[in-house]
């Protein structure tokens, strides 16, 4: 007996053909016996002869509806609600066959024995229709029962009540290993709480995680919405609640991405840390950023990082001219151009420029070539400790390579140039932060002299997530090695943003500024470092502080407590975007900026570090050096 379940448990699908019969066999015993029924309830005897023919004819209608509808593809441990409806269309062509033929039988002169009378036609239906919804119904209860003895089961809940969540329900359903037990759904619509879907019972996010989520000793919770009906205050303590109760959070993907349009448990993927800090989905206005990019000629600076290379990404997506993709990094840049090729079957025009953006006669050569109509200016290093002991090579590249490029799009009449800047820009205590606001300057003091040629856009935003260089890495790396995991300081926060969503704002950004303005992105609210580092030893399957250690390092050299999206002399005004406002700021005479401009970066090579950072908090007023080398 045991070996027999071991090998039921095994066998994957039975064939079609046993399927087939086994369904026939039911026609035929289901017909009998409503012949039975109606012949002894009147009281006479069965004619074999009569009942035979009769029997023919049934099996043939019904086969029909089997070919036609073709229930016993199906796999009958899985039984699904399509599966049902398929069994109810099949028997229902079956039935008004014979009614049919019947019918016309008795009108048309035929022999009696011909005749079926409807009273069996329909108890059949009723015979037949039943034993085969019963049947598979409780196969597929049996094997369930009998996965459950051999494999154990996972007590699961479903975020989310739409069609996103039933399909994961049934994809679940589908399963054999593991066995899923589902103990209900869970969403945050107040019209649907309480209610049922596919027999399963809808709950707030509140009761799951006080009564149904413990009573049930639910381990794993199972994401299935669209990011726009997501409420991010509910569902964040839920996701909060999961990790700590060691519950498994898991997120099904977007229907776009589902493999060959179809839906399946592999797809599947454990919450990540982004997951955890990203926001209410960004609606862009596509109709403005696609009649500003149709046709034109794009060059993206800095396009082998984290930010250009998914400004190309995003720019790729639309009816452009040329891109024209410039790094110096030529790995990385190489990387990108096969994965754009990859994607796009070599279908899109995409140019590759390996140069540095502080050679003037280089950029020239560029500039003259493609001629550009916007630029995006992504082009610079970012990474504070470096910055401060390389003073020189900030200002090399930010300011001076910035100042080059800017200069460039004026002269060869480039319509946009869109700069991407920092947080760290305001109210600076390290050199990287210092650069950036001089490249603020200097690009506003520009679109004074020039007000009716380039528009010079500046955008501003906090910390990336998965960036080069950024902590998410890092603490990854620290974790994957056991720990500990290192932060400069336990009240450190940031502002973080995904990599996508800062440059889907450049992009609406980039369309909405007449010149001279510094949008600046609502970041949401700061995260403390120390917590995305405890949350990240959770969701990796480890105990923060017990398995896996937190410990501080010390602040770094012109490193903060806390980042700034705007300065005090700073105002700001709200955008049609909810997430972009436009900083209020002050005017520049471009040639006094131009000439501290000049002679600071003439000044790298000539001059020390400390002379040249001397020189840099002329030129940036509001810069106070975190670092005591730089503070004399």
Known sequence: MFNFINKFIRQKYLPRSIVFFFDLFIVISS??????????????????????????????????????FRPFTGIIRHTTTHDLLTIFYAIIVGFVSLMIFSFISRHSGMPHRWIIPYSIIIMHLMIVGSVMVFS????????????????????????????????????????SSPVYDMAGFIDTNRNLQGKRKSGMKIFSPGKAMVKIIPDNKVREIVIAISPERIVKGETDRLLDYCLANNIEVKKVPPVNEWINGTFSLRQVRPIEITDLLGRDVIALNIERIQTGLAGKTILVTGAAGSIGSEIVRQIMAFRTGTIVMLDQAESDLYDLQMEL?????????????????????RMREVFARYNPEIVFSAAAYKHVPLMEDNPGEAISVNIGG???????????????????????AVNPTSVMGATKRACEIYVQSLQRTNS?????????????????????????????????????HKDIQRYFMTIPEACQLVLEAGFMGNGGEIFIFDMGKPVKIYDLA???????????????????????????????LLSPEEDHLPTHHPKIMISRTREYDHVDIEDKVMKLVTAVGRESDTSLVARLRELVCEYVPGNEKYKV
């Open 136 to 175: 598979r119904l409780a196969i597929k209860l049996a094997y369930s029962q009998l996965m459950h003895i051999k494999h154990g089961s996972i007590a699961v809940m479903i975020y989310g009540a739409g069609d996103l969540g039933q399909a994961t329900m049934l994809a679940m359903e589908r399963t």
């Open 452 to 488: 009716n040629g380039t528009k010079f856009i500046t955008t501003r935003f906090g910390n990336v997530l998965g960036s080069n260089g950024s902590v998410v890495p890092l603490f990854l790396r620290q974790i994957q090695s056991g720990g500990p995991v290192t932060l400069t």
């Open 534 to 564: 405890a949350k990240m030893i959770t969701l990796a399957g480890f105990v923060p502080e017990r398995d896996i250690k937190i410990i501080e390092t010390g602040l770094r050299p012109g490193e903060k407590l806390f980042e700034e």
């Open 31 to 68: 017909f009998l016996l409503a012949y039975t029924l109606r012949f002894n309830f009147a009281g006479r005897g069965i004619d074999v002869t009569s009942q035979n023919i009769q029997l023919g004819t049934a099996i043939f209608a019904y086969v029909v509806g089997f070919l036609v």
């Open 341 to 361: 090729k990859a994607k796009y079957n070599g279908n899109r025009c995409c140019d590759v420029v390996v140069a540095d953006v502080t050679n003037p006669l």
């Open 402 to 424: 910035t100042k080059i490029l800017a200069d460039m799009a004026v002269e060869y009449h480039a319509e946009k140039f869109v700069m991407i800047s920092t947080d760290k």
